[in-house]
C-alpha cells in the first residue's frame, strides 16, 4: 500500500466511523459496519488505528478540529456578553444540526462503562475550556463579574452544562425545552451589563508586568 493509498484509507475510515457512529450508536459500532460505510476491508481499522475505539477517537478529534476553527472565528466579533450568548446559541443548533452532538454523546455514554474511553473523552475537553476562557477573559476580563466569577470557573460551568445539554438533546427529541435555555440566557444577558462593565482605574494604578 502507497503512502497516498494509505492517506486516503485512513480518511475514508475517519469519515465512515463519524458517520456510522451517528446512525448506528456505539453499539452498532464495529469495525465491520465502519469498513462496510467505507467500503474496505475491516482487517484495516486494526492496521490503520488499532482498534474501534481509537478510530472513534480520531473521528471525534477531526470534528473536534473543524469546530475549533470555526468557533473561534465566531466568537471573535463578540464584544458584549450579548453577544457571547447569542455566538454560543448559534454554535449548540449548528452542532445539533451538523450531527456532533450525537457523535460526542454516543461516545461519553460509552465512557461510562469503559474507563479507557472515559480518560480519553476528558483529556479532549481540556482544549474547550481553554478556548471558553480565553473567550470569557476577552469579554467580560476586569468587570465586576469577572470578580464574581472567574473566567475559568465560568469555562468549566459552560463546558459541563454544555455536556449535560448534549446527552439531553439526545435523549429528548423535544428540542424546545434546551431552546427555552439559551432564549432565557438571552433575556438574562443585557441585564448583566453593568457587571461587565470594566472598572476604571485609579489615579496612579499601573497594569500587572
Known amino acids: 500500500m502507497t503512502k497516498q493509498a494509505g492517506t486516503e484509507t485512513r480518511e475514508r475510515l475517519i469519515e465512515a466511523a463519524a458517520a456510522t457512529l451517528r446512525t448506528e450508536g ?11 460505510a467505507a467500503g474496505v476491508n475491516a482487517a484495516l481499522v486494526f492496521y490503520h488505528f488499532g482498534g474501534v475505539d481509537p478510530l472513534l477517537l480520531a473521528a471525534l478529534d477531526r470534528s473536534s478540529e473543524q469546530r475549533m476553527a470555526t468557533y473561534r472565528e465566531a466568537v471573535a466579533g463578540a464584544r458584549t456578553l450579548e453577544e457571547l450568548v447569542a455566538a454560543a446559541t448559534e454554535i449548540y443548533r449548528a452542532d445539533l444540526e451538523g450531527g456532533h452532538i450525537t457523535l460526542f454523546s454516543e461516545l461519553v455514554g460509552a465512557g461510562i ?7 480519553e473523552i476528558v483529556k479532549r475537553s481540556d482544549p474547550w475550556i481553554d478556548f471558553v476562557e480565553q473567550t470569557l477573559d ?3 476580563g476586569g468587570s465586576p463579574l469577572a470578580k464574581l466569577l472567574p473566567p475559568r470557573d465560568l469555562a468549566y460551568a459552560a463546558i459541563t452544562y454544555y455536556l449535560g445539554v448534549n446527552l ?6 423535544d428540542r424546545s425545552r434546551t431552546e427555552a435555555l439559551f432564549t432565557l440566557a438571552e433575556r438574562v444577558a443585557p441585564r448583566a451589563k453593568l457587571l461587565t462593565m470594566r472598572l476604571p482605574r485609579r489615579r496612579g494604578e499601573t497594569s500587572a508586568t
Do not use: K, N, W
Open 26 to 36: 456505539y453499539a452498532g459500532t464495529s469495525a465491520r459496519t465502519i469498513a462496510r
Open 138 to 140: 476577552r469579554v467580560i
Open 168 to 173: 439531553f438533546t439526545h435523549l429528548d427529541a
Open 113 to 119: 462503562a469503559r474507563p479507557e474511553l472515559r480518560a
